[in-house]
């Protein structure tokens, strides 16, 4: 049978809306239960994940010259699965709120925040926060394949670019633009060339004519090679940094949900994870999951998680930040 702090577990992300962590805990419950010999148990369990988990991915209907060039998916995690400090988060929940709100704002001449750039380091949380935000809007997200999008053929990239703002404007959705400094990089750069000024020339018009009510996401790891006049098209610029102290605890508690108890040293635990973005904790407590579960154990010691996010301190060092 599951263990009390496994049920609480469940119950506690059930309620707050957290379908990722509810699914983990799940999954440690159907584990446990196979490790006591109830197989048939676990196998139910597992299936009624995996039927849950069967909602279908689909791919935008496009001209055939734009097939596979935006990959569409519903995402379900919610704002509470966002782990970033409460200046981040107020920010993120006020484009939420505008964007539910957006009659009550036109009433008044007003539009909401739709043009957002996220900047910051790998890992930091800012295609989650898309997902989030398509979860919390309850729309699709469109992501755009930018190494797909970049051609060498002549004017090609700008073509398809006019394509994909026409769809915005057609199709409902959250439309995100990742790794989106190979297009919008500074247009004095030595090594550009003329046919990507064409493309961030284009993309500066498309954009700041784009009167559809779709939230459109740029987001980008090196702010320092954007273009100045990129920044005063978008509505909001957020930049995402490493998780704090208080973030980090929270991250690893949220984490690691039924495998550790109140005892567990989470001081200890964020300390050992300082330096390390929101990704590299996120993979190193499920390392340490994995290691617990083959074990047979139902809890993992600071030791075994301080060894694993060392593991990963090692295998970023040297590392630009």
């Known amino acids: 049978m599951a263990t009390a702090e496994q049920i609480k577990a469940l119950i506690r992300n059930h309620f707050s809306d957290n379908s990722e962590q ?33 909602r279908p991915t689909v791919i935008t209907r496009l001209p055939v010259e734009l097939s596979g060039l935006i990959f569409t998916e519903e995402p379900q995690i919610p704002l509470s699965a966002l ?24 009433r008044y001449g007003l539009l909401h925040r739709r043009k957002i750039l996220f900047t910051g380091a790998p890992g930091t949380g800012k295609t989650m926060t898309a997902k989030v935000l398509a979860t919390e809007l309850s729309q699709p997200l469109h992501t755009i394949q930018i190494d797909r999008l970049v051609t060498k053929f002549m004017g090609e990239t700008s073509a398809k670019l006019r394509q994909i ?23 004095s750069l030595e090594n550009d060339v003329g046919e990507m000024r064409r493309v961030l020339t284009a993309f500066l018009q498309f954009i700041e004519n784009d009167n559809s009510d779709n939230l459109i996401i740029a987001a980008t790891n090196n702010l320092r090679l954007l273009d100045r006049a990129l920044f005063r098209r978008f509505d909001d610029v957020i930049n995402y940094e490493l998780p704090g102290q208080e973030e980090r605890s929270l991250l690893i508690a949220n984490l690691l949900g039924a495998f550790i108890d109140k005892r567990f040293p989470l001081e200890k635990a964020a300390a050992a994870a300082s330096g390390l973005s929101h990704a590299e904790i996120d993979r190193a407590c499920r390392d340490a999951m994995k290691s617990a579960v083959l074990e047979n154990k139902n809890r993992i010691s600071i030791n075994n998680l301080t060894k694993v996010l060392n593991e990963r301190h090692t295998a970023y060092q040297g590392r630009e930040v």
């Open 22 to 54: 509810f699914v983990t805990i799940a999954l440690q419950i159907a584990a446990h239960e196979a490790r006591q010999g109830h197989t048939e148990m676990a196998h139910e369990i597992r299936k009624l994940i995996d039927k849950a988990k069967s």
């Open 165 to 187: 703002f026409d769809l915005i404007r057609e199709i409902p959705g959250v439309y995100l633009f990742d790794e989106f400094d190979a297009i919008g990089s500074e247009r």
């Open 83 to 106: 782990v970033l400090n409460e200046d981040m988060k107020s920010r993120i929940e006020r484009i939420i709120i505008e964007f539910r709100q957006q009659n009550k704002l036109k």
